[in-house]
């Protein structure tokens, strides 16, 4: 009752103190004196693209089955990064969707500005190529267009050209297309909504240490077309950048970015800016296996016209990544940084969390009550298979997430808690077991290949609150649970007063998910019992902080 008050009147608070700025406690890239570090996101934005719109900048990233979709960041200066909404609210057809559909869905998202009005662009593998576009990148996107129907096409990219004609750049998945390794440019409509020519191969990579060329960008610069685009391989790859007098070529290819002697392995995929300060940047992404691809900064020098990224080598075009380097010029900065910690205290969900499916309202809901509630999702099998998990992307790869929550269990084996998702998961749940709960670490390795689960007992606990109605009576669980990252390890704690915290069970070794990093969150399911009434998972907050001790 005490936290529902100061909610209300939270909410009476002035815009100032509402609109703070969220500064993360375990990665901040922005050092603080003029320099900033790499990755200035240190968390799973695969695929990134960026535009810079006067001294703003817009930044979007591929999100797959998770939603909402395309999570829309706004800077200042390239460096300190807020999300400020999504561009998709579900993805079609919703009878794939309402389930957790693995790695599909929207890969490689471009973003672009024209005639007053933000666009992206994006490939689904099985659905062909779609657009959303809004006037306020902050606000509600439209629907969806289907621009060109059928499979195969992903990493698409439009390009206004100066005479108002648009022409689009992709690549081709071979899991679909059964060829790959090669862009193509087709015409679209002057409103990019339909093609008005058929593709055009523009560049073939098969049989080269090109291979695997995908994620392309198209810009034009001086006269010159430009298509920048990694190639090589995720982890082992390197960026490149094409020219042309003509958007159909032919293309001159250079290497443009390599790993060298760095630690960045596979540095590339990203997008390009030249600023209103008249500088050129360009943010790519860097897989870190079970963290997911994080984002670096690379200033770009421009040498006999090729785009240098990184440091510029004495002889040649191929520069290194940085690791730290001055900021970009801006007129004005402040620090702040991707969302994480919640504390639930206003009736919105909070931006940084995605459903691993289309929302449903049986999902749950943000309350008024200071709290997020999850109900229980009818399975039969494995987490793997539940929609209803409410998770967001790892911070960085040392790090605590606490969770103060509340288990309502109206019938028997509901259980609820905290999740590390990825190909391989593991959960610390309560569950119910007749008029008290269990404790249990519930696992799976292997899970895109079908694996069971394991479920260990670790404590028998008493209910903190039994109701004593008889309409639908519910026993409750009030419990602190706690998970501890460091280096690709999880730990997993909990405590029944919030000081003391007890280990639970033996460390895990974090997986990446489909295409995605490992996420972490919550989930809430129940047998799939018809008749049983549906239990809850009231998150009070969930705070993401260094982790204490060694």
């Known amino acids: 009752m005490l936290k529902q008050t100061l909610i209300c009147a939270a909410l009476l608070m002035t815009a100032p103190a509402i609109a703070q700025e969220y500064t993360s406690k375990v990665w901040n890239p922005d050092l603080g004196n003029g320099q900033y570090r790499n990755p200035v996101l240190d968390a799973d934005y695969s695929d990134p693209d960026v535009i810079a719109v006067g001294e703003d900048y817009y930044f979007t990233a591929s999100s797959f089955q998770c939603i909402p979709g395309l999570p829309i960041l706004h800077s200042k200066d390239l460096v300190n990064w807020k999300i400020i909404g999504h561009a998709l609210d579900r993805i079609e057809p919703d009878s794939v969707f309402s389930r957790p559909a693995h790695g599909m869905g929207v890969w490689a998202p471009s973003i672009r500005y024209h005639d007053g009005e933000f666009y992206i662009y994006w490939g689904d593998p099985d659905y062909g190529v779609f657009m959303v576009k809004t006037k306020d990148p902050a606000g509600k996107w439209e629907a969806p267009v289907c621009v060109i129907p059928g499979p195969g096409m992903i990493d698409t990219c439009p390009l206004w050209d100066d005479d108002g004609r648009c022409y689009l750049v992709n690549g081709w998945a071979n899991s679909r297309s059964r060829f790959a390794s090669v862009l193509t440019v087709r015409e679209l409509s002057a409103d990019g909504t339909r093609p008005i020519g058929n593709p055009v191969m523009v560049y073939d990579g098969n049989g080269t240490e090109n291979r695997t060329c995908e994620g392309p960008k198209f810009y034009k610069r001086d006269g010159w077309y430009w298509i920048m685009c990694p190639a090589g391989g995720v982890p082992t790859g390197f960026q490149l950048a094409m020219r042309s007098r003509s958007p159909y070529g032919p293309y001159e290819c250079k290497k443009v970015l390599a790993q060298g002697s760095t630690d960045v392995n596979g540095p590339h995929q990203g997008g390009w800016v030249h600023t209103a300060f008249g500088e050129d940047w360009f943010m790519h992404f860097q897989d870190k296996e079970c963290y997911g691809r994080v ?38 900065s402040v620090n702040v940084n991707p969302q994480e910690s919640d504390e639930f205290n206003t009736p919105q969900l909070g931006l940084q969390w995605q459903w691993h499916a289309n929302y449903n309202q049986f999902f749950g809901m943000p309350t008024n009550m200071g709290v997020m509630r999850l109900y229980t999702w009818k399975n039969s099998g494995r987490i793997w298979d539940l929609p209803n998990l409410l998770l967001q992307k790892t911070p960085t790869d040392r790090f605590m997430a606490t969770a103060k929550v509340r288990l309502t269990a109206k019938d028997q084996d509901q259980y609820g808690g905290i999740i590390m998702m990825g190909l391989d998961y593991s959960a610390l749940v309560v569950r119910r077991k007749g008029d008290g709960f269990l404790l249990q670490r519930i696992s799976c390795k292997a899970a ?7 479920v260990e007992t670790l404590a028998t606990l008493k209910p903190t609150e039994k109701d004593k109605i008889d309409y639908q009576p519910a026993i409750h669980m009030d419990i602190f649970l706690r998970m501890t990252v460091n280096d690709g390890k999880c730990r997993f704690a909990y405590s029944l007063d919030g000081k003391k915290f007890q280990e639970a069970g033996s460390e895990f070794t974090m997986r990446e998910g489909k295409w995605i990093g490992a996420k972490i969150g919550f989930v809430a399911a129940e047998p799939d019992n018809p008749k049983s009434v549906r239990g809850c998972l009231d998150a009070d907050w969930f705070r993401v902080e260094k982790p204490t001790g060694k």
């Open 448 to 454: 895109d290949k079908g694996k069971p689960e394991t």
């Open 295 to 332: 984002v670096h900064l690379q200033p770009v020098t421009w040498k006999d016209n090729w785009p240098v990224m990184g440091t510029v080598p004495k002889n040649g075009y191929c520069g290194q990544p940085v690791k730290t380097f001055r900021k970009p010029k801006s007129s004005s």
